[in-house]
């Protein structure tokens, strides 16, 4: 069987089981403390919080998985062995409250041993049994489900059922909330199968942990306080990777004399082929293993560069298709990482051109049957890949520069700012800087290194500080949120709190509020509230927590307030404006997409009165042709005066074409704002239909990081406002251009200036000419050694380029000092026949006395004076030329 088998096969046995068959949820994750997708379970996690509900009670599927970065990272593994990965997939089924440990354990080994073949013989369990200090009870019922089957079996549970602690066998979401026991099923792979219960655990690769069962059963309620929840949960997981590569090392269960490699399977294999053909070596992948990382030798180096570059080629060829880049922060930052170690591994192999974005099409070729969004995005994986491969290698020579030099300082221990330069400017893994030292028997200040990065964390924290509305609002019940469709007249609410802003003044909070908080790139509304017939501007609205709404008022408010009815108004105008603008996003997304790709998925956004931002994951500029299709795309839209349609539904039964925002944190209900045959997740305001907007004008497209574009655009009254200040510059500037076409204006205007600027540079070389004339014929004339001409008006590169071409004159030790005046300074030179060699130390002392700049080597020098005291400057030409020359004017 291939890796491919595997996978369809495990999908079709559960759903034989009954299990609807999910789609991988996207690599950028949904939970925003997560800088990947990193565990099947995690599309599921608002299921088991209780904040989404799960129609379906079986549920299965193959997710997609980095682990790079964060808590789960095994970046800096790859490649020393053959079982750690930036990228795999997860085998998982699910149960939401329907079936529990009794089917799961006897369906694991159904289709493993009666379906896969596996020999049952070297199939261990691992079951609960806690510690002292662990949490929760003995896995009792997991263990005598274990004991019935392996009995069934004709085995002795005895030899196949090992327990563990709570670091193995025990699962934990955090300090409170849903946790389990796990029971896993390990497989012996020595080479004659006696490995037994000894082959549970540890780290060698003959004892390998095929499947991890969760059972979540209990609620930690904190202080070591545990009860159990009303619905039970199975959460299983099982690599593809591992299972594939077992199956491939072995030849099928016939022959296990070979350590176990996920790198032998059909996953891998075409990749390791193709690093071989690019390699500007003789070489083919061995499977070897450094038996010491720190000096491996040169056979095994290799092969772990065969193994770093065919598995980041997985891991940013499935990223980039599912719209992360590489960038400067956050998992961007990390994905650049993995590509810079994949380049640098890439040189050990002497691979030839633009190896990624080849290897990226030998991945997409595995890979396509499984996730079609592969084929859809070959042309951005490319373009990503060849810019960031080539733009790193133009910094790598140098960053090898910095590493050997501090080898030839320090020769017995770089320090760890060395480390942390490498890192941070030149983008050279901490790993493979400590591989390259311990090659030249250096060791390296890992410490040191660690304060640095530290010192680096704690500028970040620092500079991301911002004032916000402060408050201690957690006791306040939410507040009514009665604004999508604002009221013809005031809103009237009590006031439930009156409390401190940090900048200065008061936030009331009241039960009910038409004003929106500031969310989603949103801003907050502005209006006034009314109290006891006084009237206070509301100045801003945003939200404190449990979705309180904080109304900020610039005045200090009495807190006798509270309680009494308030008169909420929002101004409309100013909302008109801003659904305009968000509207306008939605339909701006679309066109882009549209035009460019599915790729393109938003990455950030403003919404204000004023304009729209809209940051999306692209990566090239687009053209100007591009720019106006988009902008045509999105107003065919606004002209179609399609409704904009706005309804809450549960999260589960969302339109499957609705685009989720990744970082968002959504309930079980959600709000769908749908827009012709498009249709987001969004909580704010928009107009009720497209025509209200008007129009749509794009007004600039940049670059904020690598991968990442922003449009700003205007829409609605404010474009039309727009449209009428370039029509009054337009007619301003007819004016001003006696009333002519203003395009042939500025290109007669422009013809002219060239022929000025023609007619004045001819004068400048004729004046150049006849000054390098009369200065040729004076220097010729003089008898004295050292001369001193005082020329006209021109910058210092001019009067440098005139230096040069009198030097050619002078003889012996003589010396020429040249003067011209350029606003407020002079600039100087001196220059020296082919023995006037003091020209740089006379340009030292002409800048000390007259209090300058100068300097210069040999025979040429200059620099810049002031033209504060001339008289200096005077008395020291005459020291300079020994005698009693003019004075300067």
Known sequence: MDAGSFRSDFLEFFREKGHRIVPSASLMPSAPNLLFTNAGMNQFVPCFLGQRPNSDGRVADVQKCIRAGGKHNDLEDVGYDCYHHTFFEMLGNWSFGDYFKEEAIRWAWELLVKRWHFPKERLMATVYRPLPGDPASYDGESYAIWCRLFREEGLDPERHISYGGARDNFWMMGETGPCGPCTEIHMDLTARGDGGLASVGGSSPRRMELWNLVFIQYNALGDEKFEQLPQRYVDTGMGLERIAGIWATTDGFRDFSRPPSNYSSSLFQPLLDRVARLSGKDITYGGSVPENRRSPSERELFDCAFRAVADHSRTLTLAIADGIFPSNEGRGYVLRRILRRAVLFGRRLELRGNYLADLADVCRRTLETAYGNLSDSREVIQTTLIREQDAFERTIDRGLQVLEAAIGIHRDRIPGEVLFELHDTYGFPLDLSQLIAAERNCSVDLEGFERAMERQRTRARSSQKMQKITVEASALPPTVFVGYDLPDGPTESTILAVLPRSTGGSCLVTAESPFYGEMGGQCGDRGAVTVDGKKWAIVATERGGKGTLLH????????????????????????????????????????????????????????????????????????????????????????????????????????????????????????????????????????????????????????????????????????????????????????????????????????????????????????????????????????????????????????RALARQLQAQLEGSDLLLLLAEERDRWNFAIVGGPDGGTAGELAKELATAVGGRGGGRGNFAGGTLPRTDDRALTGWIRKFQGDDSEQLS
């Open 552 to 799: 900020a008022v610039n005045g200090s408010l009495d807190e006798k307030l509270v309680g009494q009815r308030a008169t909420l108004e929002v101004d409309k105008s100013r909302r008109r404006r801003i659904c305009a603008h968000h509207t306008a996003t939605h339909i701006l997304q679309a066109a882009l997409r549209k035009r460019l790709g599915n790729h393109v998925m938003q990455a950030g956004s403003l919404v204000t009165e004023d304009c729209l931002r809209f940051d999306f994951s692209h990566f090239r500029a687009l053209s100007e042709e591009e720019l106006a299709e988009v902008e045509r795309e999105a107003n065919g839209t606004v002209r179609a005066n399609m409704p904009v349609n706005v309804f809450e539904t549960e999260f589960e039964k969302r339109p499957p074409h609705c685009l989720a925002h990744f970082g968002e944190r959504y309930g079980g209900r959600v709000r769908v704002v749908e827009i012709g045959p498009t249709a987001e997740l969004c909580g704010g305001t928009h107009a009720s239909a497209t025509g209200e907007i008007g129009t749509i004008k794009i007004i600039a497209e940049s670059a904020i990081a690598a991968g990442t574009r922003r449009i700003c655009a205007l829409a609605g009254e404010v474009a039309h406002e727009h449209y009428g200040e370039l029509f009054r510059r337009q007619r301003e500037l007819q004016r001003e251009l006696a009333g002519g076409e203003p395009l042939e204006a500025i290109r007669v205007l422009r013809e002219r200036l060239k022929n000025f600027e023609k007619e004045a540079k001819e004068r400048t070389e004729a004046a150049r000419r006849e000054e390098l004339a009369g200065l040729s014929a004076a220097l010729r004339a003089a008898e004295r050694h050292r001369h001193c001409h005082r020329v006209r008006p021109q910058d210092g590169e001019a009067l």
